[in-house]
T-cell receptor, first 112, second 113 residues
Framework: KAGVTQTPRYLIKTRGQQVTLSCSPISGHRSVSWYQQTPGQGLQFLFEYFSETQRNKGNFPGRFSGRQFSNSRSEMNVSTLELGDSALYLC???????????FGSGTQLSVL | DQQVKQNSPSLSVQEGRISILNCDYT??????FLWYKKYPAEGPTFLIS?????DKNEDGRFTVFLNKSAKHLSLHIVPSQPGDSAVYFC????????????FGGGTRLMVKP
């Protein structure tokens, strides 16, 4: 069974640009969550989607948004990038909410 | 305000001995706790979890202990193996919070052969 797939693996952007990250969950998993990992703040929850609906949202500004498609694949978007958005963005999926999370390897975003 | 803290950034243990990783939390409303392991360039991998109604859960070499009065949990690895060398994160979840986890800052475990 394929794991959680995140693309791209690495990304370099400049301040002010926007970026879209993609996540394909494990087949059969309906919940997709996004986390941001930085050296200073650690792993922080961004949002969770279940059956195309946002179920929970973390404490991030509105520049961070996401969506989930009918095939459970998810994208997250960050607009007007800031230097502080440089981080590893991790996607995780589970069969249902409240179940064991399986993480992808992440997208390393660098904002210059 | 860090609600979940791992006060030891690193821990070094000899192969075959016990590794004890600690985690403290401040919010008594957390009702489920998890431990994840992370290797470089990979996402975190689930290890073991415990519900707030229990005080111990075992899975092979891994045991998690929960002390609710102290708001403290610990992960014991016995015996430790070099392949256990990784960063370990504890995480906590509120009831009905779905997959919204609050993570600690992580502890880097090094198991020496």
């Amino acid at each position: 069974k394929a794991g959680v797939t995140q693309t791209p693996r690495y990304l370099i952007k400049t301040r002010g640009q926007q970026v879209t990250l993609s996540c394909s969950p494990i087949s059969g998993h309906r919940s997709v969550s996004w986390y941001q990992q930085t050296p200073g703040q650690g792993l922080q929850f961004l949002f969770e989607y279940f059956s195309e609906t946002q179920r929970n949202k973390g404490n991030f500004p509105g520049r961070f948004s996401g969506r989930q498609f009918s095939n459970s694949r998810s994208e997250m978007n960050v607009s007007t990038l800031e230097l502080g958005d440089s981080a590893l963005y991790l996607c995780a999926s589970s069969r249902d909410s409240n179940e064991k999370l399986f993480f992808g390897s992440g997208t390393q975003l660098s904002v210059l | 305000d860090q609600q979940v803290k791992q006060n030891s950034p690193s821990l070094s243990v000899q192969e075959g001995r016990i590794s004890i990783l600690n985690c403290d939390y401040t919010n008594s409303m957390f009702d489920y706790f998890l431990w994840y392991k992370k290797y470089p360039a990979e996402g975190p991998t689930f290890l073991i979890s415990i519900s707030s109604i229990k005080d111990k859960n075992e899975d092979g070499r891994f045991t998690v202990f929960l002390n609710k009065s102290a708001k403290h949990l610990s992960l014991h690895i016995v015996p430790s193996q070099p392949g256990d060398s990784a960063v370990y994160f504890c995480a906590a979840r509120f009831n009905n919070a779905g997959n919204m986890l609050t993570f600690g800052g992580g502890t880097r475990l090094m198991v020496k052969p």
